[in-house]
């Protein structure tokens, strides 16, 4: 359903705006200096959050840029490469900071669906010697460039496996682990085993307003705590947020619907402009468009829409990228369709 002032946005499931009942929490949320750890909210919540992915303790942080980044901060070494699919958000799209911030490289690998395998792993590391040492290997699950796909369970078990018996560290940016986990039915925690540090985001599809967590060993997260102070993401009464990350939390296996109101999306779309959908590609709450295939310019569509105050956004690197979320249902994708239906 569109927000309250009428506007349907299809950009990223970050545009969610909080609930009533997140406002509520917020407005009644215990709170205290949570840079002398006295915020109950916050506690709270991270509590509930290392228990939801099974680690030790848990770290609120402002986004999820400031948590992968602390993850690799901590784990790596300037100089070092980390192993990586290359498209993978913390290295393509946080700005340059994995080399701004803690001077490292990346090592990325090529795999069909980033799913790559225990033979590249053992490649990689083989190659070392000539190469900057590999400390650190990255998963991404869902993948937001691959238009949300899921690495499956299997295919991060075995490659972790080996990154592990080869002295890797491992870091989950789980931005979206629960669309991963809404989609496989593999629970949370299962996935995190296969990794030292988990990140993931309140902020998309779980609907919270700010706020991700980084969650890990007890000694990690001192050492994420000391980090976060240094770049400046020590909050004081971060309850505020923190109550509405904590409903968010509780809702997650509302992502389901989302992904139902994706597919649907995929399917009129497909109908619409057969062949500019790849419906084997919505596996969860995303659907990659080939803007040379729509019946009219990609530009012209944008501008009908955005006319009844709909917004998508402009193709980037030749793919269109539809997102549905809380704040979207299956009449706002009659209303994204229609123009596109002559
Ligand atoms: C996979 C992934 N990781 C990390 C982030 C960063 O999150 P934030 O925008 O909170 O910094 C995003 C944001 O879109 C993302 O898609």
């Not at 200096?33 to 919540?45: E, F, G, K, Q």
């Not at 770290?59 to 699919?85: E, H, R, S, W």
Request: proline share 6%; net charge negative.
């Amino acid at each position: 359903m569109a927000f309250a002032d009428g506007v349907v946005d299809f950009r990223s499931d970050t545009v969610t705006r909080p609930t009533p009942e997140m406002l509520a929490a917020m407005a009644a949320a215990p709170l205290g200096d949570d840079v002398y750890s006295d915020d109950p909210t916050a506690n709270a919540l991270e509590e509930e959050a290392a228990a939801v992915v099974g680690k030790e303790e848990a770290v609120f942080m402002p986004t999820g840029t400031m948590g992968n980044q602390i993850a690799i901060m901590m784990q790596t070494k300037p100089g070092d490469d980390i192993l990586c699919d290359p498209g993978i958000h913390s290295r393509s799209v946080e700005k340059g900071a994995a080399s701004a911030l803690s001077g490292v490289g990346f090592r990325t690998v090529e795999a069909p669906g980033a799913r790559i395998t225990s033979a590249q792993v053992e490649e990689a590391v083989a190659n070392s010697a000539f190469f900057p040492r590999l400390r650190l290997m990255i998963w991404e699950n869902t993948h937001n460039l691959l238009g949300g796909k899921v690495i499956p369970l299997e295919v991060m078990q075995a490659a972790s496996a080996t990154a592990r018996r080869l002295g890797l560290s491992i870091h989950l940016d789980g931005a979206r682990l629960f669309n991963a986990v809404a989609a496989s039915g593999v629970p949370a925690d299962v996935f995190a085993r296969n990794a030292d540090t988990v990140q993931f985001c309140f902020s998309k599809g779980l609907g919270a307003p700010i706020g991700s967590v980084l969650c890990g060993t007890h000694e990690l997260m001192n050492e994420a705590r000391y980090l976060r102070k240094r770049l400046g993401g020590g909050m004081r009464q971060v309850g505020v947020i923190a109550a509405a990350a904590r409903i968010a939390l509780r809702d997650r296996d509302r992502l389901k619907e989302d992904h139902e109101v994706a597919r649907f999306l995929g399917e009129r779309l497909h109908e619409a402009a057969p062949g500019a959908v790849d419906l084997g590609q919505v596996e969860t709450n995303m659907v990659q468009v080939q803007p040379d295939l729509l019946p009219i310019p990609t530009e012209q569509w944008r501008a009908d829409l955005s006319a009844q105050g709909i917004k998508i956004n402009p193709p980037f690197i030749g793919v269109l990228r539809l997102v549905t979320h809380r704040d979207v249902d299956r009449e706002d994708v009659d209303r994204l369709v229609a123009p596109l239906q002559g």
